[in-house]
């Protein structure tokens, strides 16, 4: 068996391809490109794709990984060449490589939040948002909703540049399995506390993936 | 903010945004020059109700191979996409470059169901392009619409500039090439109308007037200038092999209704159901043959990546080399991992083979449609089909493994009894019968499950019952009733549809021009989206009826002479009205017509000059 992990990026409209419609996308694709996928065994055999780490819906991202399960002997740069051609030209493959990593050891994730406010913003303001000691919020979750206090989910903030209505933002937040927290939240709470924005007007955009290897926080890879 | 901007705001306060965004693998994107024709393809129903639809692939790649087209695709937003379109100030915009529908240069319905005339008007509303031909002028968009209710789109004919009769293939290049001379010769827009009113299977219903009688039947339907037909003749593609063949389809990203490859393995019916207007609308029955069918699979396998394929016609079994399409296709679908699917399947031509051999694949359920629950009703509308065909195919069925199995009726057909109606529940109850009578080593599970489906009977237009009424929505209730006290079983479920929809189907099926006047009055008030249940507002449709002064019941409860002008009788499908009337008069003698195959009826469809006609 040979596992291989692609990086992808999956920009433009591509952000609206909800986490099911990827997986439909991607077997489409490796079945056009003809690639030797290994499949399930059982009743209704699919083929062995996983995806590290959702994304949201309405959210870009450079920095995508997906495991899937060849035939021994798949050449990598044969699987990036075809796939790169047999996707939809919103989702592109940037290199393959062995996983090493487990994805249930991903921690966070940097994200980019670009806001066109509906007027000026008060950069202080926007400061004094991630200063906040506590900041309600509702998480949902499949058993419900359940509040939270955001702060303890954004891990470090590390770009606030405002210009006039434009404001971006650079944070790494709570990713992964455990603690898994929208960027949409965050965009939600910050336009609620800024007062003169939305959220539907907040592009997202996901740059890292972090894992943690039980010292250190690494870049997922 | 420009308007793409804003339209990405919208996306991001709906559900299933993946219905707006467009690029899908095989999508087409193309830039537009000042000397191309643009067409927008819109589908007044949702996504992936639209994507679907094979059609209109069809013509989508078939307008985009030509170097000097681009067409587009448009579907109705969803109730919740148009929302937020109205708020944003936004018109209706293209799939593929998201461009205001008002800007292309033709604008095209297709009209598969009367209950998606609602959205055809809340779709030019939303493109800001004026409701009614007469208020449109200088850089408008022509209306055009084509599908099985353009020939009776006179509901519409204050609203379409012109309809497209028939099959697309050829009529819709045409029409592109008079577009393109008419432009350049920088003439009125009537001329273009006039130009293409000559194209046979085109329609301007400006270009005839309707005079009505006191009793507001109709009186006569004549031109009114001189280059136009008197009547309007369909038009076909005479051999499908020479034909356009689509080899690719657009990959949704989405799930949509039918989410596989579509394999089209001839068109019409050789059958005649009297209550079936497509097995009339597509006569003459047309084969692809087995080598296209199998080099245009091998061709779709590889450019979509779907995991299934699904053969496609009125009636599967009745494709006259079946068994060597489906070893040909098995032979390439097999070690794909691709299953393969074949709807439509009759009860009176199916094999354990047939059976077997699909099953190496998948095995999903089983539907058969023997639409009425008597012998003597089915041979009333010449279904063809006796119980001992569905007794033994269901044998088969069960002795095979399957344990589901779906039936579909219909209930309100002419000359129904009550013991028509109790037929349907016994029928039903033999096919359970059949089921516990095989040793329970051989069946499979110890559960069957009987869904007992039925609609109510539509009268249709170019159908031998198109002077039929429909029954009265209490009686259909009635009946509906009456089926359900009679099922004695929990192996058999039924469910029915709602008979107020059906009313207005019948109203809009068989309906003249003074019903455009109703569809805007509707819109106005709101209504769209009549074909889903959570939508549908018949309080609203009656008060614009009231509001426009118009009977409904006119229209769908009126037993029509034969000798009536109909508001379709412009309109030449290729079958007489005089097979229609034998047709009428043998229903009601309870004596059956043969297949085409069997045995020629003489219905007309012979004067296209090609299919089952010269077989």
């Known amino acids: 068996m040979s596992k291989m992990r692609l990086k992808f990026s999956k920009l433009g409209m591509g952000k609206y391809i909800s986490h099911l419609d990827l997986l439909r996308t991607f077997t489409r694709a490796i079945h056009r490109a003809e690639l030797p996928v290994r499949y399930s065994q059982g009743f209704n055999p699919h083929q062995l794709i996983t995806f590290s780490l959702p994304l949201a819906l309405g959210t870009t991202s450079e920095t995508e990984f997906v495991d899937i399960d060849f035939e021994d002997g798949t050449d990598k740069i044969e699987v990036v060449k075809k796939l790169n ?79 006039g209505e434009k404001v971006t933002i650079k944070a790494v937040i709570s990713a992964g399995g455990e603690n898994n927290i929208k960027p949409g939240i965050v965009a939600e709470k910050l336009c609620e506390f800024i007062g003169n924005a939305r959220p539907e007007n907040v592009e997202i955009h996901r740059t890292t993936i972090f894992y943690s290897d039980g010292k250190k926080i690494k870049n997922f890879c | 903010m420009n308007y793409k901007t804003k339209f990405e705001a919208c996306l991001k306060k709906v559900q299933k945004p993946a219905r707006y965004i467009g690029n899908e693998f095989n999508s087409v994107h193309k830039e537009k020059t000042e000397e191309m024709v643009s067409f927008a393809f819109c589908f007044p129903d949702v996504y992936e109700v639209g994507m679907s639809h094979l059609g209109m ?53 297709t009209l598969q169901y009367e209950m998606s005339f609602s959205n055809i008007i809340n779709m030019l509303d939303l493109a800001g392009i004026p409701l009614r031909t007469k208020d449109r002028g200088g850089d408008d968009a022509f209306v055009c619409a084509g599908g099985p209710c353009a020939y009776n789109g006179e509901p519409l004919a204050d609203v379409i500039d012109f309809f497209i009769l028939g099959e697309g293939e050829e009529v819709n290049n045409e029409i592109i090439d008079a577009y393109k001379e008419w432009k350049n010769a920088k003439e009125s827009r009537i001329e273009f109308l006039h130009k293409i009113a000559k194209i046979e299977g085109v329609y301007v219903p400006q270009f005839y007037d309707v005079v009505y009688n006191d009793d507001n039947t109709v009186k006569s339907i004549k031109p009114n200038r001189d280059g136009v037909p008197e009547k309007i003749k369909k038009r076909i593609v005479k051999e499908l092999d020479s034909a356009y063949i689509l080899d690719k389809m657009i990959v949704p990203f989405m799930d949509i209704v039918h989410d596989r490859m579509t394999l089209e393995i001839f068109r019409g019916c050789i059958r005649g159901c009297r209550f079936c207007q497509a097995g009339y609308l597509y006569r003459p029955v047309r084969e692809h043959s087995v080598e296209k069918l199998v080099d245009t699979a091998k061709k779709m396998i590889d450019s979509t990546g779907y995991e299934e394929m699904s053969l496609s016609s009125l009636s599967t079994s009745d494709y006259t080399c079946l068994h060597e399409l489906i070893d040909e296709l098995l032979k390439i679908t097999v070690d794909k991992r691709i299953n393969l699917s074949l709807p439509s399947l009759r009860v009176d031509n199916f094999s354990m083979e047939l059976m077997e051999k699909v099953q190496t694949v998948k095995k999903s359920g089983l539907t058969f ?66 089921f516990y009578s095989i040793p329970k080593e051989i069946r499979k599970g110890r559960q069957l499950t009987v869904t007992v489906s039925t609609s109510s009977f539509v009268p249709k237009p170019f159908t031998p019952f198109q002077w039929e009424p429909q029954n009265r929505i209490d009686t259909l209730i009635e009946k509906q009733k009456l089926l359900k006290e009679n099922i004695k079983t929990k192996s058999i479920s039924y469910n029915w549809h709602q008979s107020h929809v059906s009313f207005l189907e019948a109203v809009f099926a068989k309906g003249d021009r003074r019903l455009c006047d109703v569809l805007i009055a509707a819109q106005k008030k709101g209504c769209r989206f009549d074909g889903w249940d959570e939508h549908f507002a018949y309080d609203k449709w009656l008060e614009a009826f009231s509001d426009c002064n118009i009977d409904p019941e006119f229209y769908a409860y009126r037993k029509i002479d034969h000798s009536e002008v109909l508001p379709w009788e412009h309109i030449d499908i290729g079958v007489s009205k005089a097979h229609l009337i034998k047709e009428h008069e043998l229903a009601y003698s309870e004596v059956t017509t043969p297949s085409c195959r069997d045995n020629c009826s003489g219905c007309g469809a012979a004067g296209f000059g090609g299919g089952v006609c010269f077989e």
């Open chain 1, 85 to 163: 051609m047999c996707l939809p030209p919103d989702i592109k493959i940037l290199e393959a490589s062995v996983p090493v990593v487990k994805a249930k050891d991903i921690v966070s994730a940097e994200y980019i939040f670009d806001i066109t406010a509906d007027s000026e913003v008060n950069d202080e303001r926007v400061k004094s948002f991630f200063a906040e000691e506590n900041i309600p919020a509702v998480k949902k979750t499949k058993r419900g909703e359940k509040e939270i206090n955001l702060k303890e989910f954004i891990y470090s903030v590390d770009e606030i540049a405002v210009n």
């Open chain 2, 369 to 434: 449609a023997p639409e009425a629950g008597t012998q003597r009703l089915r041979d009333v509308i010449n279904k063809n089909v006796l119980e001992e065909d569905l007794l033994r195919t269901s044998r088969i069925a069960f002795e095979g493994g399957y344990n589901r199995i779906k039936l579909y009726f219909m209930i309100g057909l002419p000359t129904e009894t009550e013991e028509d109606v109790v037929g349907i529940a016994n029928l039903a109850q033999k096919v359970v019968d059949v």
């Open chain 2, 57 to 109: 692939k069809i013509l989508y790649h078939m307008l985009n191979d030509r170097e000097d087209t681009v067409c587009e695709r448009v579907f109705a937003p969803w109730v919740d996409m148009e929302e937020e379109l109205r708020n944003a100030q936004l018109p209706l915009l293209s799939l593929e470059s998201h461009t205001p529908i008002s800007e292309f240069d033709i604008v095209g319905f």
